[in-house]
Structure formats: structure tokens, C-alpha cells
């Protein structure tokens, strides 16, 4: 048997594993100084009261022989996607109920649509950025090209005459700088993948974030998206559900490539390859999305915004230049000095006792750069900027 | 963007589509008519109670800041793969824990292990067989070997010298025939892998319908299994999981490919493109395999056991030659007369009102057979073999 020999090529991340060494031997070496996380991107806030009653709900039906429920549609019960079709109408987007497709989570869908495609396509990267999308197309021996996101275009790339490509990952609000596109610019990435043949996969995963309503918090808010576009979403940010696991992914009946529609082949590749969300997760997810639900997330997205807010607002009196804060719980900021990411990262935890994650992780374009995240408590957050407002001043 | 054209290659299945057409054609002109359903393959007694006690407890936990988890460990938490580790020590089975991986069920993870492999390698598969083997190695276009199961060999291929390929799929107790190997004959599948460098990918989904000590519930009884097998099982039958989704796979430190481990592969290819089991579910099959929870689920399983001795009994009864029924929920018949697989199926929907399924849906070899299936009813099961007693006078 022959191995698949791509997994050669995939780099190692020592990313999470160099942070929590040092971070280990800071403490032994400062066991009284309380050391505040700020680096974590998962979220703390547990499930919302809604969830959790839907969820025991749920689990009691299945002790019943009238409520029990066994193998369900693949690609979702229709319970939930009625109400992600609703969220999707206020958004003024109309979706076909087989449009939507429920999945255990955007990073195992971003990773299987690959599937659909042939491996002979280019895949435009911004850098820096979320490591699967170029390990899982190195996986499938795809050609990579980077795309610079820097500071002279605000953490967002664009598009040009020259640049040619099959398949480009675009990630609003994104992961890790915490930049937004405006509409004007998804715009440009729409009409160059028209043009070009090329298919947009959008992680939306951060869009509960966005609290301007001219900045699209969908790619299909953009005219003619649904002819080039995938859109993948999460409940894992939105509604605290990294342990949870329910996210949907949408592929419209306009997307045909050679004569195939990708939603009849995504849904060929789910059926094959998948057997759906639990229904008691699904009944969980489903609670999300009544008002009451809706409240109660919003009640923890505004709690980790205050947190965003704070950290904003100690960079802008210190004048240290930053991506995000406003519509995505991250915050992307120039290391002061000139110092490099690890630089930083060393001094804000010797002096400061603070823990980020260092841009240079991300990818070669996030050198020089520092990663905070609004997911710690209210009091750590307050405490630690307290400890770099000291610092810096 | 070029799409992935083996899908153009992949067969549709109308195989359960024609059959409720038929029925619903049957029960439109015969609306008087009891109808029952020996097709399903899915279980239909409810959760057992220590399951949703767990469930509901979990769910309760994720609503605290306490208890609260968010991302877990890709490969499933401890506390269910300690489980997992000494109920295969009671097989005799020593198994590391970081060799389990949890997963959503064995329908993902048989079709998600090919990434690990080449495309340059050649496939058996068993015929007639659970349809995903075939699409998921043809969607990565790979070359197939159909391996014929008939009644000479009581359904269960054996290798012999000429017999050359890269990754066989064995699946015992066997969906559709029921058909389980003993010890011997699956020492002759680990020798020939052995010797021919291939891997055996072992579906044991059904391992716990067996009781007869002596048959292999593991591949891992088996020496040097470990050497050349992956298995794949599931709680979806063992504990009526089917809408609730967590089975697990097996990936020995022992398996060396081309210099590479397969358990660092999959491990890379799960921590890449997947992100667990919802922490819930995680306990709600710990619950499982408590002492409780196993005397629970053993009822069920006798339930469903019970149902298939009254169908092989009635099949004894009238000299039909079937296999299965026995360390199995399926039971597989050859059609009486010399009937095709439809044939009888229109016969028994017509004469008894009996839904059964067609073994030509499995595959070439099983035209002429047909399966009945265990997770009925007790009271509909009796009252079908009492009909098709009747009509087989």
C-alpha cells in the first residue's frame, strides 16, 4: 500500500506548543505573578440558557420510542434550516431550503469541499491566515500561491488584472487580523472570480461580530455571489459552540462548473462520506436562532466586544497602529519598536505577565505583528490592560 | 475551477427510492392493508437510560462557567477513550489510548482514510457490499477489485495466492449477508496483507450482535493485526447511536507505511480537517460503557436478536438457505423458485405485505438473494413470519 506522500510536505506548527513552554517556564520561575491569557481563541462564555434546555429537550425524546430519532438527513433536518434561512432573509439573501447544508463545523467543511474539486486548480492564500486552508490543499498536492495582506492594504488583499487562480479563500471578519472587507471590495473579489472562472470559499465564521450594517456579514450581499461563491459558517463564535459543534455551509444551484452543480456534488459527497449533525445538537442549534436564543447570544458577543473595546481603546492612546477590535474579537497590532512577534511576545510576558500569540505564526506576512483576543473575562481583560497601559507609557 | 471529475463516474443508487415507490404505490391500492417494514436498516429502540442521564448532565455542565468546554481534543477526550481502551482489553486487546481516535461514526472515517493513502493504489472490495466503499474510492479514482461473495463460499471471500491489491475492506459480522468470519479465515486475510504489504480496512460496526465467544469481535484478535488493520466501529447499532453519532477508529503505532505511521497521518489528517466529537456526545457514549449502561444496551441488542431468531426459524422452517440471523440483525435469504431479487420482493409486498430488500442493491452477486432485517418490532416481527409462513405453505 502506498501512502498518500503530500503529508511529507505539511510543516509542523510549534506555534501553541513554543507559547505554552515559555509560558510554563515563566511561571516556575514567577510563581507568585498572576499570568492573564489573551492569546486563547476559543471562547469562555458558557451555552446560553435556551441551548442547554433545548438540548436536555432533545436528549429526553431520544429515551422515547415516540421521539426517537435515528439516522437523519445527511445534509440536516429541516428544522434548522428553516430557521438559518430566515437569519439569511434578514439579511436580505433568499435561500432554497437544499441550499443549506448542516455540518459539524466550518474547519471540517472548509477541509471536505476540496473534495469536489480537481486537484489540477491554483489556490490563492492571503498570509497571513488560518493554517488549514493551506494544509488541507497541500494534503491534495494543489499549487499555493500567497496573498500579501500587510499593512499598506489594511490586512486586506485585493485583486488586480494579473492575478490568476482557481479557488480563493476569503476570511471576513478575519482570522487572525480581525480586518473586514467593505462591500466595495467583496465586490471586486466577485466580479474577478466571475471573470476568471474562479470559486470564492468565504469563511464567515466571525460574522456575528460585525455590528455595522454596511459591511456585509455575508459574501451573498454582494450581487452575483451565489454564481462564484461558497459560504461557510459557525455556531462556534456566534453562540459558544467550539464544543459543541454545528456550523452550515451554503452552496447555491448557480454554481456550475463543467456542466456539474457543486451543490448536487457536495451533497453526493455528504451522503457518501457523512452521516449529519446529532439531532439533539441540531434541536440545540435551532435555539439559537429563536428571539429568545438570539438575546441571549447577543448578551456574550456585547461581553467579549467590551473586552475588544478595552484593548482598542489602551492601543489608540499609545498610538501602537491595529487591524480589528470593532467587528471581530481580534485584535492585530504592530509590535512597538519594530520589535518581531517573538520579541513582543517575550516582553510583553516578562513585563506584563500577558500572553498573545505572535503574528509570525500565521504566516510570513505577520512578522512584526501581535495577535490579543477579547475571549478572557472582563476582570482579566480590564487587569491586563491596566499592566500595558503601565508598560508602555 | 476545474471540478473533481470522478464524480461524473459514481453510480446513483435508486435502490431505496424505487422501493418506497413501490410501497406507496402498494398501500395507495390496498389502503386496508397492514404494511411492514423489514427493509430498515436503522435501529428503532430509544437511547437507554444512562445515555440520556448522561447526555442531559453534560448539557446541564455546559451551561456553567465551570463546567463549561469549548474545542476538545480533535481525537476525543480520555475519559471515553479509557473506556474504549478496557472494553478492548476485555477482547484481550491492549490498545495505547493516543491509538483510538473518536470520531462521528464509521460512515466519516472509512470514507476519510483515503486521504491517507495514494491514489496509485488498487482496492478490494466484496461484493455485495455497503455501497460507500466503492463511491468513496471512486471519487478519488482509484482501481477497484470486486471480490465475489456467494453462496459457495457462505459470503465470505477468502485470498489465495494470485490474489493481488493494496487495501482490502472487510466487514464482519457483514452488512448486507450477516455472513461473520472465524478466527481462521481472518488469520488468512492478516497473513495475505502481510505478506502482500497491503492494509485491511475492518468494518466491525456490527461486533456487538456476536456471542459465540469463539468468532472474532476485533481484527486485533487476531496476531500482527495490528501490523496490516485499521478497524472502524461504531455505537450506532451498539447503542441505538444512529441519530446520535460517535463510533471510533483504531490506528495501531505498528502500522509503518513507506517510513511513514499511519497513526501520525490520521491524526494530522483528523487535527486538520476535523474538530471532534461534540463534548456532550462524548458523554453520552462514556455512559455506554459503564456496567449500567452496557446491561442496558444488552437488552436492546437481545431485542433485536430475539426478531431475527423468529425470522431464521421461519426461513429453517421452509428449507430457505439465508445467512446471518445469528451474531447479526441482518438476516440474507436466497429467494425461493429461483425468484430475482425484485421478484420476490414484489411477491412478498403483494402477497404479505412484507417490505424487504433487494440484494441486487448491494451489488452484481447478490441478485437473486434478499435481506431482512432485525430492527423491527417484536409484535410486527412475529406477525410477518406468521404471513410469510402462510404464504410459503
Request: net charge neutral.
Amino acid at each position: 500500500m502506498k501512502i498518500n506522500e503530500n503529508y511529507k510536505k505539511l510543516n509542523e506548527s510549534y506555534l501553541f506548543s513554543t507559547i505554552a513552554k515559555k509560558v510554563n517556564e515563566f511561571i516556575k520561575l514567577n510563581p507568585s505573578k498572576k499570568v492573564i491569557r489573551l492569546g486563547i481563541g476559543d471562547v469562555t462564555r458558557p451555552l446560553c440558557k435556551s441551548v442547554v434546555s433545548a438540548l436536555k429537550s432533545a436528549s429526553d425524546e431520544m429515551g422515547t420510542m415516540e421521539g426517537f430519532r435515528g439516522y437523519g438527513p445527511e445534509q440536516g433536518y429541516d428544522f434548522l434550516k428553516e430557521k438559518i434561512q430566515k437569519y439569511y432573509l434578514e439579511k436580505n439573501t433568499h435561500l432554497e431550503l437544499d441550499e443549506i447544508f448542516i455540518s459539524d463545523g466550518a474547519k471540517s467543511d472548509l477541509g471536505n469541499i476540496l473534495d469536489i474539486f480537481s486537484k489540477d486548480n491554483t489556490v490563492l492564500i492571503p498570509d497571513p491566515v488560518y493554517p488549514v486552508y493551506v494544509d488541507t490543499n497541500t494534503m491534495q498536492d494543489r499549487k499555493i500561491i500567497l496573498l500579501e495582506a500587510n499593512k499598506e492594504n489594511d490586512f486586506l488583499p485585493m485583486p488586480n488584472d494579473n492575478l490568476k487562480g482557481d479557488i480563493i479563500y476569503l476570511c471576513s471578519p478575519n482570522n487572525p487580523t480581525g480586518a473586514v472587507y467593505n462591500k466595495e471590495q467583496l465586490k471586486a473579489w466577485v466580479d474577478w472570480a466571475l471573470k476568471n472562472n474562479a470559486i470564492i470559499l468565504f469563511d464567515a465564521a466571525y460574522e456575528c461580530f460585525i455590528d455595522d450594517e454596511s459591511l456585509p456579514r455575508s459574501i451573498f450581499e454582494i450581487e452575483n455571489a451565489k454564481k462564484c461563491a461558497i459560504e461557510f459558517c459557525s455556531l462556534s463564535k456566534t453562540a459558544g459552540f467550539t464544543g459543541t459543534r454545528c456550523g452550515y455551509t451554503i452552496v447555491s444551484h448557480e454554481l456550475i462548473f463543467n456542466d456539474m452543480s457543486l451543490n448536487k456534488m457536495w451533497l453526493r459527497r455528504q451522503t457518501t462520506k457523512f452521516n449529519g449533525v446529532p439531532y439533539i445538537i441540531q434541536r440545540g442549534a435551532e435555539a439559537v436562532f429563536t428571539p429568545q436564543g438570539q438575546k441571549e447570544i447577543k448578551e456574550n458577543i456585547n461581553y467579549y466586544k467590551e473586552n475588544a473595546k478595552l484593548i482598542s481603546q489602551t492601543l489608540k492612546k499609545h498610538n501602537i497602529w491595529f487591524t480589528g477590535g470593532k467587528h471581530s474579537p481580534y485584535i492585530w497590532l504592530k509590535c512597538p519598536n519594530n520589535m518581531t512577534s517573538w520579541e513582543f511576545f517575550d516582553y510583553l510576558l516578562e513585563k506584563a505577565a500577558i500572553v498573545g500569540t505572535p503574528g509570525s505564526g500565521f504566516g510570513k506576512c505577520g512578522e512584526g505583528f501581535f495577535r490579543l483576543t477579547s475571549f478572557g473575562t472582563n476582570e482579566n481583560t480590564k487587569e491586563a490592560m491596566q499592566r500595558l497601559d503601565e508598560l508602555l507609557k
